[in-house]
């Protein structure tokens, strides 16, 4: 059957994609906590179920953030056709916090002209249902393909992914002798192939200080202010020497084709009230203050420099600083990863761009990092790229969407490339 009739297909389940996608959306598998995640699965599970995939449900007991309230569930389905590869399309289904500025329902799911509005929306249920759609239209057009397809549903990417990819490519899920080809369909707009990302080191920096009465700041020693010099230090400092650190690699935006930080939280004194509380603070110096930098590194860069780069910084200020003394720790780190443009992976998916869009794809990096990590360092996997429906800039913005066009021409990307790997 010619890859007009998988077309053909896809295009027929476009009324089904929109419910799809918006059936996903207003499951609100918030993360953290780790909110809904069975039910999402379950849901996935049900639908692959009826179309005569098998199926599993797993639960990555033991990784971080896995309790009894907020257990980290996983799903995968799979459509085998005897020997021959596998193509696996892998995408994340927990999303960030709501946040503020919405005007619509963030899990209301509405169908808005072209668009559906939602939190996960463009990142990335808008490309979850994609990917089943493209894999249900090949299959309907091409029930006798050789191989396999897999579809993966799976947990904490937006917490570091170690609840759901990287837990299973530690069981061998994503080894090559298993898979062969990844797609992850992020929302990096149709028409571009996402080839890696850039390398990310979080840490946590604590200041020390004595506890005294506020009324007598003097008899103690204030971890606030010290870690306002540091934070002098690294505006003085390391801001400008990062603006220096520039990449052959094709990241987007153009921002990011520098190295990067940003100071993700700050903590310091009295612990914040609950919710509703009318208490007034109690008068009293700061002993401890906690920053969590969020640092991107280049390929360029070794992450040993990075590291050190941070560490000067806290030095300069021991050296001139009365009583200045700190902790730092890991909180996680990744390497940059970048898949070759020979990649079969590419290829395929830049003809089917190609065909499908006429025109030829861009090549591009991403700014932040997502599971293709875990791929690649724990499942060994270089055949992996990002492709999919959405545009990055929308991610955990208020007023999320994705478009429908989007969507659809997504998917018979997505359902051409198992046309060819799986011919």
Same mark, same amino acid.
């Given at each position: 059957?010619?890859? +007009?009739?998988?077309?053909?297909? #896809? ?45 599993? @449900? ?7 953030? *896995? ?53 996960? $929306? ?32 799976? %947990?904490?990417? &937006? ?30 707009? =149709? ?23 506020? +009324? ?21 400092? !390391? ?5 220096? =650190? ?7 935006? &153009?921002?990011?084709?520098? +190295?990067? @930080? ?14 509703? +509380?009318?208490?007034?603070? %109690? ?20 992450? *040993?420099?990075?590291?050190? &780069?941070?560490?000067?910084?806290? &030095?300069? #200020? ?52 997502? *599971? ?19 545009? !990055?800039?929308? $991610? ?15 998917? =018979?990307?997505?359902? !051409? #490339? ?6």
């Amino acid at each position: 059957m010619s890859d +007009s009739a998988i077309l053909a297909q #896809v295009t027929a389940r476009r009324q089904e994609l929109i419910g799809l996608a918006q059936d996903l959306i207003r499951i609100p598998t918030l993360n953290p906590p780790g909110r809904e995640y069975r039910r999402i699965c379950d849901y996935l599970a049900e639908r692959m179920l009826a179309q005569g995939w098998q199926v599993e @449900l797993l639960r990555a007991t033991g990784s971080p953030g *896995d309790s009894d309230a907020y257990p980290r569930w996983n799903m995968v389905a799979r459509l085998s056709r005897g020997p021959g590869p596998c193509v696996h399309f892998n995408g994340h289904h927990d999303v960030v916090e709501v946040g503020h500025g919405w005007t619509r329902d963030p899990f209301g799911a509405e169908l808005d002209g072209d668009r559906i509005y939602g939190r996960g $929306a463009c990142d990335m249920k808008g490309g979850i249902a994609a990917s089943i759609i493209a894999a249900e239209a090949f299959a309907a057009a091409r029930p006798d393909f050789r191989g396999t397809i897999e579809i993966s549903a799976t %947990a904490d990417e &937006e917490t570091g992914g170690y609840g759901g990819v990287a837990w299973l490519a530690e069981r061998g899920y994503f080894s090559p002798e298993k898979v062969q080809h990844v797609i992850i369909p992020e929302p990096l707009h =149709k028409d571009r192939i996402c080839l890696g990302h850039r390398g990310v080191w979080w840490a946590e920096v604590e200041t020390h200080g004595r506890i005294a009465h506020g +009324s007598m700041p003097f008899l103690g020693d204030s971890a606030i202010r010290h870690m306002g010099a540091v934070l002098e230090e690294i505006e003085a400092r !390391l801001y400008p020497l990062l603006a220096t =650190k520039r990449t052959e690699m094709p990241v987007v935006p &153009e921002g990011a084709r520098q +190295s990067t @930080l940003n100071i993700n939280s700050i903590h310091g004194g009295e612990a914040e009230p609950e919710l509703g +509380s009318t208490a007034l603070p %109690a008068p009293c110096v700061a002993d401890r203050c906690r920053i969590v930098l969020d640092r991107r590194f280049l390929i360029e860069e070794q992450l *040993d420099q990075v590291k050190a &780069e941070v560490a000067e910084v806290l &030095e300069r #200020v021991r050296a001139r600083r009365s009583g200045f003394t700190y902790d730092i720790r890991t909180l996680f780190e990744v390497q940059p990863t970048m898949a070759d443009r020979d990649a079969p992976v590419v290829k395929s998916t830049a003809a089917a761009i190609e065909a499908v869009l006429h025109r030829l794809p861009d090549y591009v990096v991403s700014p932040g990092t997502y *599971d293709q990590k875990h791929i690649d360092r724990i499942g060994r996997l270089k055949n992996c790229i990002a492709y999919g429906p959405g545009l !990055l800039h929308l $991610a955990h913005q208020p007023d999320e969407w994705v478009g429908v066009q989007d969507m659809e021409d997504s998917a =018979k990307v997505m359902a !051409l #490339v198992l046309a060819d790997l799986l011919d």
